[in-house]
């Protein structure tokens, strides 16, 4: 198992790929980091470096900007041409009600979770396609394996990138490009700051130690914690005329 050297990461400031940023630093990684606070990556880079990162460089970016996307990547590849693995990780967790309501937080909430990260990837592919190596993950979500009425809006993102990922995947295999689709369940991050939580939130640095190493063994898909993938699976298989009766 190999740890990645040069490392780009997009939602640097997310709780879970912090503590996946944090992992890589100790392993001595150089670190590209883009978030939308100049001052919170800037705090970052000063943390991981003290971690033991061997350098950390910085990059503003806003997902709802495609400009700002390219200008990252562009200057990412510029400071380190020999990128060896991404972590794409922001999100939003959107009102469900408020996007049976509003167009525009709807529009918002596909274009962040899933149509921002598909520009990334178009990018990223080419550059590693070119490599003939490298590692490529992205955090998606149990919430994309089946459509629930409390929250399908970002369901149906995370369901996109998985699809698009399992294409992407097969596209790169043949690149010796690895893509990494990570699935976690509930985690107790800002992102759920407002959910009441129960046993099944999961620590962010217990996703992250799991990040981890799936990136570092080439794997496809991670349910993280593991019994999501059980519990997904029984999810599924619900048949659709009892599933749409179900409060879920
Ligand atoms: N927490 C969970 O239960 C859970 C479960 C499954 C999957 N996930 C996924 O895990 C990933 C990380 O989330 P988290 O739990 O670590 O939550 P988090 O700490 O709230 O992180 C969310 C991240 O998304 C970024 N972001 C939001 N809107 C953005 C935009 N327009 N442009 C650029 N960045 C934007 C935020 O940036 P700012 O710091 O600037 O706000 C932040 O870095 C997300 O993809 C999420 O969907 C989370």
């Not at 962010?204 to 570092?216: F, H, L, Q, S, V």
Request: glycine share 6%; with cysteine.
């Amino acid at each position: 198992m190999r740890s990645p050297k040069k490392i780009l990461i997009f939602g640097a400031t997310s709780a879970i790929a912090y503590e996946t940023a944090k992992l890589f630093a100790r392993a001595g990684a150089s670190l590209y980091l883009c978030a939308r606070s100049k001052y919170e990556l800037e705090r970052l880079a000063f943390d991981l470096q003290v971690r033991g990162a061997a350098e950390v460089r910085i990059s503003v970016f806003d997902a709802l900007d495609d400009h700002s996307i390219t200008a990252a990547i562009d200057a990412c590849l510029e400071a380190f041409p020999d990128l060896e693995a991404a972590l794409i990780a922001h999100g939003t967790l959107p009102d469900q009600r408020l996007c049976e309501t509003d167009q525009s937080e709807l529009r918002k909430v596909i274009e962040i979770n899933f149509t921002s990260v598909a520009v990334i990837l178009h990018w990223l592919a080419l550059h590693f396609e070119e490599r003939g190596s490298g590692t490529i993950a992205v955090i998606s979500s149990v919430a994309g394996d089946r459509g629930r009425q409390s929250n399908y809006a970002y369901g149906a993102a995370k369901g996109g990138l998985t699809i698009f990922l399992q294409g992407l995947r097969s596209r790169l295999a043949k690149s010796n490009v690895n893509v990494l689709t990570i699935k976690p369940g509930f985690v107790d991050t800002p992102m759920t700051a407002h959910l009441p939580k129960n046993f099944l939130f999961a620590r962010p640095d217990r996703i992250a130690e799991g990040i981890y190493t799936a990136m570092r063994r080439g794997k496809d898909v991670v349910y993280l914690p593991f019994f999501w993938r059980w519990i997904m699976l029984a999810v599924k298989l619900i048949p659709e005329r009892i599933f749409k009766k179900l409060k879920v």
